[in-house]
């Protein structure tokens, strides 16, 4: 099994900046991608960004400029600042990771229980 905890959401004002984390833990042979989707009320699940094993990375259009996904060296945990931040981006913020399981080598698709991110004065 693999477990993904998030940290790091809260209430900011707008303008604000805040930074969240995810670490990845468990029966993991390598991860493969990390992202960091959102889901804010009444709206479909979004990819926010993306980054690959190898550091490549994407990002949704609405943040390009303000978010940036990075991670760590043993690609296990990874972060999203989040800079001038907007009361459309209040969301819960969900934690991606596909990986290929140590014991079995199958790939894996593992998601976080989310947290919660408010912008608003």
């Known amino acids: 099994q693999v477990q993904l905890v998030e940290s790091g959401g809260g209430l900011v004002q707008p303008g604000g900046s805040l930074r969240l984390s995810c670490i990845a833990s468990g029966r993991i042979f390598v991860v493969n991608y990390m992202a960091w989707y959102r889901q804010a009320p009444g709206k479909e699940r979004e990819l926010v960004a993306g980054i690959t094993r190898a550091g490549s990375t994407d990002y949704a259009d609405s943040v390009k400029g303000r978010f940036t996904i990075s991670s760590d060296d043993a690609k296990t945990t990874v972060y999203l600042q989040m800079n001038s931040l907007k009361p459309e981006d209040t969301a819960v913020y969900y934690c991606?990771?596909?990986?290929?399981?140590?014991?079995?080598?199958?790939?894996?698709?593992?998601w976080g229980q989310g947290t919660l991110v408010t912008v608003s004065s």
């Open positions: 991606n990771a596909r990986v290929r399981d140590l014991l079995t080598r199958k790939d894996l698709t593992t």
